[in-house]
């Protein structure tokens, strides 16, 4: 069992030269960040930051997130990483709830000054002590640069080495909080043990060695980042190249630039790429990816069209994820010698030391191949939420087990497929409808590149469908064509009635579709008439 620390700093031990980051034309190797790692720990405790306080990062993608990442960690203290789109009871909440003493931030991100957010809310957060600010200056702020400066101190320095014998892999290290739809987010308390295992597993399912380079455009304040990426690399001394901001085209030029071998992303990502070098091949420039090896395409729903296409179009011989934050995060993953219908229809069998079951609402465990929701045990388990013995226990039970809200079957062979979430499903005249399988039959439409399958009232039925689309470029799906085409491929009462095409979904800053958003504004357009309601046509008509 290793602490965060000890996993950068036996990686540098053994390969000091070798780079760990690209970014903007600087190339940063596993010494220098170590070295930086350790200037910034010690400048942390000069500043007076104890063991077990709380210190959030709220920045982009950037080589000083990972920096502070491990300085916190290294200090003894615990990371509270901040996504870089809260607005501003956000913030004043997030570092309220997690009693933060100091923070990391850039001025701002994408238009968003964070400097004059934390200005507003800051009166009202008596135990924050320290905002250390990376590319600017601003009142109030601590220059990053000054807090390295104040790592030069010996004694500083021999607090750190004191600490880091001190700390225990299962201590609390990180508190992510969910982003939940209702009610305030939720802080998952994660250990040492928790986060370094679950990236040294994933990231061994990938064969990964210091020879790849990882291409990370999901967030670093996400577990995918935080966890599966920047530790996953570190883990074996790959070189990291940082995203701060997913684009197609941008993506797919890095691969080529730095010859990335690992390729991480949400479906999303995924699709936009696809549709990138599809294009580009057309007009006879297609990006060189041949250096794709293997990657991960997870944090939502994962269509088996975008799984092949990602294959076959890009090389990329990518495996799927499945997990939460409170799991720390993955459950469940496809293996390379997975047969390919379990890689494409799947999201595979839990990894080592993890077990999984489904249950029914009694969390009883139901039959082989029977809908349920899943639920898993092992040393991925979170801790608990942060101040909410209450809420852990909803979903932590007293031996152990997780309980994810998500509904899935699992077969004889121990694979587990993913339905959809509980509260997704919609009821068309007493019969369950799962979207996740609507939207798998809509993916393979021509004129499709993405989807998103939602329920909304209707007078007959209690509820149906209402597929929200994004077309292929150049393409104008028919919304009575789509129904049609679904009629011919699955039963009739999963068949959505209605058909909205689009330009755009509502999103989270981690990539997944905001569907209780699409959900809200499909009752607003069936309420007011403005969406016509669709009835398969018999064939021949």
């Known amino acids: 069992m290793r602490t965060l620390s000890q996993v950068l700093d036996e990686t540098a031990h053994r390969f000091p030269a070798r780079p760990a980051l690209f970014y903007e034309g600087r190339t940063i190797s596993y010494r220098d960040l170590a070295r930086e790692v350790d200037r910034l720990a010690a400048g942390l405790v000069a500043l007076g930051i104890e063991p077990g306080d709380k210190v959030g990062i709220w920045m982009s993608n950037i080589p000083e997130w990972i920096a502070a990442y491990f300085a916190i960690a290294k200090a003894g203290a615990v990371v509270v990483p901040m996504n870089t789109r809260y607005k501003t009871h956000e913030v004043a909440y997030i570092l309220g709830n997690a009693e933060a003493k100091a923070v990391f931030m850039s001025q701002g991100f994408l238009g968003i000054d964070y400097a004059a957010m934390l200005a507003e809310v800051r009166p009202n957060l008596p135990l924050l002590r320290e905002a250390i600010t990376v590319g600017g200056e601003a009142p109030g702020l601590r220059p990053y640069a000054d807090v390295l400066a104040r790592g030069g101190d010996r004694a500083a320095q021999a607090e750190v080495a004191r600490r880091g014998d001190a700390i225990d892999p299962n201590d609390c290290v990180f508190i992510l909080y969910t982003s939940g739809t209702t009610g305030h987010p939720k802080g998952a308390m994660l250990s040492h043990v928790n986060m370094a295992e679950n990236a040294r597993q994933i990231t061994e399912v990938l064969h990964a060695t210091e020879e790849d380079i990882f291409l990370l455009p999901v967030p670093f304040f996400h577990c995918f980042g935080c966890v599966m990426g920047i530790l996953g690399a570190v883990t074996w001394g790959a070189g990291i190249v940082p995203v701060p901001v997913f684009k197609a085209d941008v993506a797919l030029d890095l691969v080529q630039k730095h010859r990335v071998s690992v390729l991480y992303g949400v479906p999303t990502m995924f699709v936009l790429e696809l549709e990138e070098q599809r294009k580009a091949a057309a007009a006879g420039r297609p990006y060189d990816v041949a250096s794709l090896r293997t990657g991960i395409m997870a944090g939502a729903p994962c269509p088996a069209e975008v799984m092949r296409g990602t294959m076959d179009d890009l090389g990329c011989n990518v495996c799927i994820c499945y997990g939460l934050t409170e799991a720390s995060p993955v459950i469940t993953m496809t293996r390379f010698d997975d047969p390919l219908d379990k890689r494409v229809e799947t999201v595979g069998k839990p990894l080592p030391g993890i077990e999984v079951k489904v249950v029914d609402d009694a969390r009883q465990e139901v039959p082989v191949g029977e809908t349920g929701e899943l639920a898993c045990r092992g040393y991925n388990v979170m801790l608990g939420y942060w101040k909410d013995p209450a809420a852990t226990r909803q979903v932590i039970d007293d031996e152990g087990w997780l309980y994810s809200g998500d509904l899935a079957t699992l077969d004889e062979e121990g694979y587990v497929r993913i339905v959809g979430r509980k509260k997704d499903m919609y009821i068309v005249g007493g019969f369950n409808v799962y979207p996740a399988e609507v939207e798998e039959v809509l993916f393979t439409h021509p004129d499709v590149q993405n989807v998103s399958v939602v329920g909304v009232p209707d007078p007959v039925m209690g509820e149906v469908g209402m597929a929200f689309l994004i077309p292929r470029e150049g393409h104008t799906p ?35 579709v905001q569907k209780y958003k699409l959900a809200e504004r499909g009752k607003e357009l069936v309420a007011s008439g403005a969406a016509r309601r669709l009835e398969p046509r018999k064939p021949g008509r």
């Open 478 to 512: 028919d919304p009575q064509e789509v129904v049609d085409f679904c009629a011919r491929r699955i039963a009739a009462f999963k068949v959505p009635r209605y058909v909205v095409v689009g330009h755009e979904f509502p999103m989270t800053s981690s990539g997944k």
